[in-house]
């Protein structure tokens, strides 16, 4: 079973920066982060694929930025200009293929909060 440790969240003022880290414990095929906020659906945020190949939410496009160290099976998520919308937990996700089949995988989450 793969597993997925977070790292980085915390509290910031709007307008700051975070970056979260997330290591694999084996090398995944796409990396990413999902967020979720209480009472409301996980959304995606942004993920990226072993060859390097991003995809990203509307909503944090410009703000966001995914990379990944495969070397390291770690994926980052630099968060610049924040705002208190994006207040939530944010998740690491994993997925690899087996023909047809995707399996995903989660961490257990960062709480990120984004207030004055």
């Known amino acids: 079973q793969v597993q997925l440790v977070e790292s980085g969240g915390g509290l910031v003022q709007p307008g700051g920066s975070l970056r979260l880290s997330c290591v694999a414990s084996e090398s995944i095929y796409r990396m990413g982060w999902y967020r979720q906020v209480p009472g409301k659906q996980r959304e995606l945020v942004a993920t990226?694929?072993?060859?390097?190949?991003?995809n990203y939410a509307h909503s944090i496009q410009g703000r966001f930025t995914i990379s990944r160290d495969n070397t390291k099976n770690t994926v980052y998520l630099q968060m610049n200009n924040l705002k208190p919308g994006d207040t939530a937990v944010y998740l690491c996700y994993g997925e690899d293929h087996f023909g047809a089949y995707i399996r995903p995988y989660w961490g257990q989450g960062t709480l990120v909060t984004v207030s004055s």
């Open positions: 990226i694929t072993s060859d390097g190949v991003p």
